[in-house]
């Protein structure tokens, strides 16, 4: 069971939300995705400082969500965003740890911008090795690789596939694929 609180900070917003997580080794930060209409700061001021200097998990809840699932608080249809960066096992394991839980779906999805040196088959195959086997007994997955504009196609195939939330990586500069994700996703997000 998980205490709940209410605390009352002055400052900047951004720099004291993240003070008072890290005083209480939180597990996860949720906010508001208000957005922004400044192209430099899609996902909004207060988000835009916490996200990429957090040291646990932020989920951003849209205002407006389409999906259905988030009404019983349980992400059963989990779309992961991935890449061939290292880094994205560990956001693969965050999906499924989550989809653990409800018994879900992890869509696994990684977009290739033009050619690639690595064939679409081998990034997949290469995707599929990194799920662990035992994940089969708690979950289905599916990877799917396309080509496009990133954050273009996890909106879309997020939003085909009726998805309760998207997972993907922090944002590795101001203008990343995260950001755009969370200025455009009509259901939660999760940057690990």
Known sequence: HGLVGAAVRQGDPGTQILRF?????????????LGSDRPERPA??????????????VLTVPAQTTTEGVNDGMFRRIVCAVDLAPSCVSVMRHALSLAWETGGRVMFVCVVQGVS???????RDDLIGAIPPEASQ?????VIVTVGAPATEIVRLSGEREADLVV?????RWTSTTHEVLSRSLCPVLVT
Do not use: F, K, N, Y
């Open 21 to 33: 997580a890290r005083g209480l080794h939180a597990g996860m930060i949720v906010l508001g995705a």
């Open 44 to 57: 909004g001021p207060v988000a835009s400082v916490v996200i990429p200097r957090s040291e646990c998990p």
């Open 117 to 123: 040196a690595v064939s679409p088959r081998q990034i």
């Open 138 to 142: 708690w979950c289905a997955t599916d």
């Open 168 to 172: 993907i990586g922090p944002p590795r």
